[in-house]
């Protein structure tokens, strides 16, 4: 059975540092676009960042420069390094996969088209 597991979050500062992980099992994601969103307390879930299999990366606008996507094939892993962290950067974080190979942002930004979800992880910033 597929299963996604995210760690590393927590409580930090503004202006500090997490790195969030997506282990995976169950089947190999390595030809999947792997993808990061979050969601705050009564907000609608919004995309954050991407990685396809090509390891080309996308990000949402408000997390361009301070966050960085990466992938660990050989680990079925995928990274989320959060830097210079906000407070409106406060929310559950989920990680996902999208099967389906697909290079337009729109579709890489679309919660509906992936396929795999972790539980999420919770990050805090405090002012």
């Known amino acids: 059975q597929e299963q996604m597991v995210e760690s590393g979050g927590g409580l930090v500062q503004a202006g500090g540092s997490l790195r969030l992980s997506c282990a995976a099992s169950?089947?190999?994601?390595?030809?999947?676009?792997m993808g990061w969103f979050r969601q705050a307390p009564g907000e609608e879930r919004s995309f954050v960042a991407a990685?396809?299999?090509?390891?080309?990366?996308v990000y949402a606008d408000s997390v361009k420069g301070r966050f960085t996507i990466s992938r660990d094939n050989a680990k079925n892993t995928v990274y989320l390094q959060m830097n210079s962290l906000k407070p409106k950067d406060t929310a559950v974080y989920y990680c996902?996969?999208?099967?389906?190979?697909?290079?337009?942002?729109?579709?890489?930004?679309?919660?509906?088209?992936?396929?795999?979800w972790g539980q999420g992880t919770q990050v805090t910033v405090s002012s």
């Open positions: 996902a996969a999208d099967v389906d190979y697909c290079s337009d942002y729109e579709c890489n930004s679309g919660p509906l088209n992936y396929d795999y």
């Open positions: 169950g089947r190999t994601f390595s030809t999947s676009t």
């Open positions: 990685i396809r299999w090509s390891r080309g990366t």
